[in-house]
């Protein structure tokens, strides 16, 4: 695994290549102090991961770096400010590392980097959706897919069979990648695919209960959703 390391401190630097030697599957090819030399860096060595400061000097910082790049490489944050955890989780960073670095932490970090670079060279294939997470990478086919709910700043993303994924996209953006003759949005926070639809119950006039193929759970939603709903029902039929 080839690595970039990006920190502004020599001593944080020097820190990091010494906690990497006990790691012989790491090639340490560069280092950079500022976002100028890394993007540099980054095109010279082609690095498969990037361990990246947050706060590097000069005006500009981590995410200016990922900001500026035309591809991101996968990333690993290395920082003393815990603050900026929820920000590292939304340009999809595979951990994040609190100095001083330990070493147990940073064997986690980079098994999970390992099974990143993995599944990014993997094909993905015609249609294929990726659900990636700072945990985990999942690559599935759209049918698989059974409802996308928004949760606040994420969605949460059911696919069949399996535990729901909550990533930071928002539904517009599942309205565009996912198949519009299978999927539907029945409102501001809720989609579904609609081929995976197996029976509607309305235990009450403000609700119903949605039993989805794939979905251990029937999906509840309100009112408005289910007048949708019925619409599009009605236009299949």
Known sequence: MRVLIVDDEPLARSALRRLLVAHPQVEIVGEADSTEAARGQLASTQ??????????????DGFDL??????????????????????AFAVEAVDFLLKPVEPARLERALARAEREIALSAL???????????????????????????????????????????????TLAHFEEVLPSGSFVRLGRSVMINRDRLRRVDAPTRSTSRLVLEGMTDPLVIGRAATARLREILAEKG
């Open 123 to 169: 094909p993905s294939g015609p249609g294929t959706i990726e659900l990636r997470t700072p945990r985990r990478t999942l690559l599935v086919a759209p049918a698989e897919i059974v409802a996308v709910c928004a949760d606040g700043d994420f969605v949460r993303v059911f696919v069949a069979g399996q535990p729901p994924v909550m990533i930071l996209r």
């Open 47 to 60: 690095p498969d991961l990037v361990l990246l400061d947050i706060e590097l000097g000069g005006g500009r």
């Open 66 to 87: 990922l900001d500026s790049l035309e591809r991101r490489p996968i990333v690993v944050f290395v920082t003393a400010y815990a603050e900026h955890a929820v920000d």
